[in-house]
């Protein structure tokens, strides 16, 4: 099969097309024919090596966490049945014709939803609800702080936060004001303008990291937890809470939750292009860069 590899870490360019072997399925894995693959910002970073001194992976490794695909074989699903999901966050293997992936990682991919939405859903999705229900917990009535709500994690922890209630106050660039009001946030701040100086918020929830984060985090209450997906760390000297770093996991039960939010219009997954998988080192460019406005899809 045709699948993009990278035989050592570095810039864009690491990334080469190559031929494998289709994978095979082990028990309880489902053989998947990859319709579509979503370029995270996570797999720059496996490719720069970022993770390399405490996640180091062997070589030719095949990144992509994210895909959207129609099974082959294997356990859980019938053949043909379309599925999403995030891949194994150490094995990957989403930039390829084909993948093996665990079966309790994919949900049915639900009603008409296309491919490209589906496979764009997956970790921000999962990432953005993992951060409200089981990083904050938020609760009925609380003032979140969400960071970046304007991006692919950041716009699915918007639309959870607001479902259970809570205030949201989001953080974006000046550019995304408008925007993130129009998806529901109850306030908008420019990240970087410093701290906010009013009511205080009981947790925050943060996609971009850095030093402006943490000047807007000294508005957290007591007993508050700041959460951050971000590799860029808050600098916690001075702040009312140490920021935690929060780890997405792959869950079958949260894509069904995330996939129904969709397909019935209650969240918008923008998908900025859909590029051949041989472009994939044009999209990775794309990413790092960002302001793409959405999801950046490979398609095999
Ligand atoms: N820990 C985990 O399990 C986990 C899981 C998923 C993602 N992540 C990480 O979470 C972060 C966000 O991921 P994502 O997929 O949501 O990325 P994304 O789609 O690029 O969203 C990031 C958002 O933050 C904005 N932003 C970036 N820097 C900013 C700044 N200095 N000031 C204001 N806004 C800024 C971006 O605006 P522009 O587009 O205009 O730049 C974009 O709206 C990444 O670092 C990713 O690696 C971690």
Avoid at 168 to 182: S, T, Y
Avoid at 227 to 254: H, N, Q, R, Y
């Amino acid at each position: 099969m045709k699948a993009i590899v990278i035989n050592r870490h570095g810039g864009p360019e690491v990334l080469e097309s190559a031929r494998l072997p289709i994978p095979e399925a082990q028990p309880g894995e489902v053989l998947l024919r990859v319709a579509a693959a979503a370029v995270n910002p996570a797999d720059c970073k496996w490719r720069a090596g970022m993770f390399q001194a405490f996640m180091p992976v062997s070589f030719p490794h095949v990144l992509g966490y994210d895909v959207a695909a129609e099974v082959v074989g294997g356990d859980g699903f019938a053949p043909g049945i379309r599925v999403f999901g995030m891949l194994d966050p150490i094995r990957k293997g989403g930039y390829a014709e084909y993948v093996a992936a665990p079966a309790e990682f994919l949900a049915e991919i639900p009603g008409t939803l296309d491919f490209a939405t589906a496979a764009a859903i997956a970790t921000a999705g999962l990432t953005g609800l993992q951060m409200v229900e089981r990083g904050v917990n938020v609760q009925p009535g609380q003032s979140v702080l969400i960071t970046g709500a304007l991006g692919a994690v950041g716009r699915f922890a918007l639309h959870f936060a607001k479902e259970r209630g809570a205030y949201v106050v989001c953080a974006v660039r000046a550019a995304h004001r408008d925007a993130v009001m129009a998806l529901g946030a109850d306030m908008v701040l420019t990240l970087g303008e410093g701290p906010l100086g009013g009511a205080p918020f009981d947790h925050v929830i943060d996609t971009v990291g850095g030093e402006a984060v943490g000047r807007l985090c000294v508005d957290l209450k007591p007993g508050g937890r700041i959460v951050t997906a971000a590799t860029t760390p808050i600098p916690a000297d001075g702040l009312p809470a140490s920021p935690e770093f929060f780890a997405v996991t792959p869950s079958s039960g949260d894509l069904q939750r995330l996939g129904q939010a969709v397909v019935s219009g209650a969240i918008e997954v923008p998908v900025a292009q859909i590029m051949p998988l041989d472009q994939v080192a044009e999209a990775h460019r794309l990413v790092e860069q960002g302001g793409q406005g959405g999801k950046i899809i490979l398609a095999p």
